[in-house]
């Protein structure tokens, strides 16, 4: 019997709409801890932030590469908000999401670049708190003790030898293209979720994206469409 498919989901702008509001809040977050610790002006820590998350990825790697921080301090500090008693009022997500994923068949794995309290806020928010086998957050993205997240293709094959899934069993649900394009490179299926804001913008589907959707709630409707050989078991 073929195995089944093992979904890999990101969390923010893929499972819930993190642009409505979060990800302003968490660069607010993010500029203050920098001005604090490493005795920047407004200005000149937005500079930073933003120049460590275009340069590594993540403004924590660059942090972490430079200024030889407290990376757990960062996380917690810059995403204390998701445990605050109002942080419903930033969260925005479609419903029907929890329905989806149980209608989906195989295994539902969370993989995300955010740190586990602040994921698992969101989760528990958005009603889907049961429906991962596995969570991953950047916590857990550690190859010989460095953070190596998303789109790091050796952490992609150790993530896949963890879970004991083959690369042609697996499928990536992403906002990110150049994640999805690490995802092909080691031989995993790719969903693009495009995002409804984006849905005016002119764009040709990559090589590298299997499927294209402007919501994850399209994924039942549309993965039908999708063939990709090689795939044993998957619904594509």
Do not use: C
């Not at 607010?28 to 610790?37: P, S």
């Not at 993540?58 to 960062?74: E, K, N, P, S, Y």
């Not at 602040?118 to 086998?133: D, E, K, M, P, W």
């Amino acid at each position: 019997m073929p195995a089944s498919p093992v979904w890999f989901f990101d969390l923010d702008d893929t499972l819930h709409d993190a642009s409505y509001r979060i990800f302003k809040t968490i660069n607010g977050t993010m500029n203050t801890w920098l001005m604090e610790h490493l005795q920047l002006d407004e200005a000149s820590a937005s500079t930073l932030r933003v120049d460590y998350w275009k340069r590594y990825g993540a403004t924590l790697l660059g942090l972490v590469r430079h200024h030889a921080i407290d990376a757990q301090h960062f996380l917690d500090t810059t995403h204390a908000f998701a445990e605050a008693p109002d942080f419903a009022d930033l969260v925005r997500a479609e419903q029907g999401l929890a329905e989806l994923l149980r209608r989906l068949p195989g295994r539902k794995v969370l993989l995300t670049n955010a740190p586990r309290r602040y994921a698992n806020s969101v989760l528990n928010h958005i009603g889907l708190h049961r429906q991962f086998t596995r969570r991953y957050s950047i916590e857990h993205m550690r190859i010989h003790g460095r953070f190596r997240p998303k789109p790091s293709r050796s952490m992609l094959r150790a993530l896949l030898a963890r879970e004991r899934v083959r690369p042609a069993q697996a499928i990536l649900v992403e906002d990110s293209l150049e994640n999805l394009r690490s995802a092909r490179a080691v031989g995993m299926g790719t969903v693009y979720v495009r995002g409804w804001q984006k849905r005016s913008i002119r764009f040709n589907r990559p090589s590298y994206v299997d499927l294209q959707v402007e919501s994850v709630m399209q994924l039942n409707r549309r993965r039908r469409f999708l063939r990709r050989t090689g795939v044993p078991g998957s619904p594509f």
